[in-house]
């Protein structure tokens, strides 16, 4: 099972969510928080479900991706790209030195609401980590 390795954590046994999933990378965006925001708007579902399965079945915790599966691909094509629910307490929190990689990250999984909410840790080619706090409302009601 992986785990991004940009020295916050290493490749460990951890959940279902893991694997390798087709997705869209979208033709907009060209600085790197550009690229990131169009990555998760365009794969908001996909991500939602993992987040909403993972806390289901782990509690609290965040997403891990690494943005070199998507960063520097062309525009509008499909890609695979690497997906982990990290858990706070789980093994995987644990390979991570059980800590988020800051306070902001630390506040937000104390508070974030679940069924609402999805934490996003994308991991950088420079070792650093872009965090999201995403709201994805209602997008499964009615369902």
């Not at 940009?6 to 694997?19: I, K, S």
Request: aromatic content about 10%; proline content about 3%.
């Amino acid at each position: 099972v992986w785990l991004p390795n940009r020295g916050h954590a290493r490749y460990t046994q951890n959940t279902q969510y893991q694997g390798e999933t087709m997705v869209y990378i979208p033709e907009h965006g060209e600085s790197r928080r550009e690229r990131h925001g169009a990555f998760i708007e365009a794969n908001i579902r996909a991500l939602a479900k993992a987040a909403i399965g993972g806390h289901q079945q782990q509690g609290r915790g965040m997403l891990l991706l690494d943005d070199s599966d998507f960063i520097d691909k062309p525009r509008g094509q499909l890609t695979r790209y690497r997906c982990a629910y990290v858990a706070e307490g789980s093994d995987a929190f644990k390979a991570m030195g059980s800590k988020w990689p800051g306070e902001k990250e630390t506040a937000w999984v104390a508070d974030y609401d679940p069924a609402s909410t999805m934490l996003l840790g994308i991991t950088r080619k420079d070792g650093g980590v872009s965090s999201y706090r995403v709201d994805f409302g209602r997008l499964f009601e009615g369902r």
